[in-house]
């Protein structure tokens, strides 16, 4: 049996000296986590906050590599390609004192292939997953699946004791609004226990004292006081006046001014996510328009229309300050499949638009909603509100709804919005995951996250062949072929790729993470 062994010290590199202090770290950003139930979200600021508590088999680190977290090795099995085999950490407990061993990671792996899961996609062609002796588990999949371990990386342990006494088995249903005990509460092996919950205002953490991490990670961070800012003066001025120690989103408009702060630095680095604006391209005729008994952005005219009305570079300099990357397709540059060619295809050309518009006989224009989240990305309603005014120059009347995402997302999940924004970060690093979330048919095990209500059944073939394509060069090939069928049914309209600019006292010894999520363990203090 042959097993892939990475080495956590190799990917610390300067996060990894001792600290010479530890304290308290105070910590702000846009948007609260939804949910402490690790299976009911995959968001951003959702999973951030869980990885302080819970671990995966393996992780991201600070860099972005792939490092063992409750796995210390992990490869397809020499016996039987279609299995993987996963060496587990002995010796750790969860913060209840209770051994972590394969029957956790069975229900939690179980678990999370459920309907009512946001991360089912990423265990689509699991057929099994097997506890085999207390420290060993194995995944069989329909097929080779050449990259299952980078599936993995934000799929959170849970402990199946805690979980069955506390009527958490099932995976929260977030988007029918349940509430339960596994949101609001929350049992891991991570380096820091929960102390305090009130969602939306104050989430505090502790040092988990008996971490299976303490001599390899600097663990200078003893205590995380975790305070969701929606307004952006408000944010800085709690950075500015030392109210808070650390903001993971900086305004534009503020860089300059944070920088120049004595004692505040601002760290900048690109970020593995791309905005984009969904159509509703499938339904027959939409909820939210002023067109009664058809669709007009079933026409791909009209979205052609609409992207070639969006002046990218425009809101690159008025609205980012010069802070993101204007983009041509859904996928950022970190992510295999990711083509130069394709991500430059977006051009402005309000003319053109006009005709393609006319051609598809709505010279006139329509009018329709936009739902744009106000707390979740940078500047995503100022980026909405103008893209407003850019529609209407082709005659789309765009009416814009701007909700936390809380209230937003769900509109999403649950196919109540005809056009509407969404960031897509991709912690695989491949297109697969982009397909299998955002472009494949939506059922009972992939799509959750596609809106558009697109169906293709022969290009759903090609993506679920992606999980079990061995050959890297054939699998890259397949990978164009469907990312040809998405650029030319324009079934999103990509605006840009986000830039990070973390806000923090200079004391504070980090890099940027092109996830974004601030892992406090690899935080160290000078």
């Known amino acids: 049996m042959r097993f892939q062994i990475t080495c956590v010290a190799a990917a610390l590199v300067a996060a990894s000296t001792v600290a010479t202090s530890a304290e308290t770290i105070r910590w702000a950003r846009a948007g609260d986590a939804l949910t402490l139930d690790p299976h009911a979200q995959n968001e951003g600021p959702t999973s951030a906050l869980a990885h302080q508590i819970m671990e995966p088999l393996v992780m991201r680190d600070m860099t972005g590599a792939m490092v063992p977290a409750l796995s210390t090795e992990w490869g397809p099995s020499e016996a039987n390609p279609n299995v993987w085999v996963f060496k587990l950490r002995e010796g750790v407990t969860f913060h209840d004192g209770s051994e972590f061993d394969s029957e956790d990671v069975k229900f939690s792996l179980d678990r999370a292939m459920t309907p009512d899961s946001d991360y089912k996609e990423l265990l689509a062609s699991v057929v099994d997953v097997r506890a085999t002796d207390k420290y060993t588990v194995e995944i069989e999949t329909n097929g080779p699946n050449p990259i299952m371990a980078n599936n993995l990386t934000n799929m959170f342990i849970m402990d199946k004791g805690w979980a069955e006494a506390n009527n958490a088995v099932k995976v929260q249903d977030y988007e029918g609004g349940e509430t339960t005990f596994a949101a609001t509460n929350a049992m891991g092996t991570g380096p820091y226990k929960l102390v305090s919950r009130e ?111 969006i002046n990218r570079d425009a809101i690159k300099q008025v609205v980012m300050r010069g802070q993101s990357a204007p983009a041509g397709m859904i ?176 004391n504070v010894q980090t890099v940027v993470a092109p996830d974004d999520a601030a892992k406090f363990k690899y935080f160290s203090f000078n």
């Open 199 to 309: 969602p939306d205002v104050r989430t505090v953490l502790a040092i988990n004292e008996n971490y299976w991490g303490t001599d390899e990670f600097p663990m200078a961070v003893t205590e995380i006081v975790y305070t969701p800012i929606q307004n952006k003066a408000t944010r800085v001025a709690a950075l500015l006046s030392g109210e808070v120690d650390f903001i993971q989103d900086v305004p534009v408009q503020d860089l300059d001014r944070v920088a120049s702060a004595e004692g505040l630095d601002v760290r900048t680095a690109p970020q593995n996510r791309v905005i984009f604006f969904g159509m509703n391209v499938g339904d027959a005729d939409l909820a939210n328009d002023n067109v009664d008994g058809s669709n007009p952005l079933a026409d791909l005219r009209v979205r052609q229309a609409m992207s070639m009305a």
């Open 331 to 506: 996928s950022p540059p970190f992510v295999n499949g990711w083509n130069a060619d394709m991500d430059g295809s977006s051009g402005t050309d309000v003319d053109k638009a006009k005709a393609l518009m006319a051609d598809a006989g709505h010279g006139d224009g329509f009018s329709i909603t936009l739902n744009c989240p106000n707390d979740r990305y940078i500047n995503d309603e100022a980026i909405c509100q103008a893209a407003v005014g850019m529609l209407a120059q082709i005659g789309v009347e765009v009416n814009l709804d701007a909700k936390p995402k809380a209230q937003h997302f769900p509109l999403i999940n649950t196919l109540e919005t005809d056009f509407y924004m969404l960031g897509w970060g991709v912690p695989t690093y491949d297109s697969e995951y982009i397909f299998n979330f955002l472009v494949h048919t939506r059922d009972d095990k992939y799509g959750s996250w596609n809106g558009t209500r697109f169906s293709n059944p022969d290009l759903d073939a090609k993506i679920e062949a992606l999980a079990s394509e061995t050959n890297l060069p054939n699998r890259d090939a397949m990978i164009n072929e469907i990312w040809q069928v998405v650029q030319a049914e324009q079934l999103y309209i990509p605006i840009h790729h986000q830039v990070l600019n973390w806000g923090m006292r200079s």
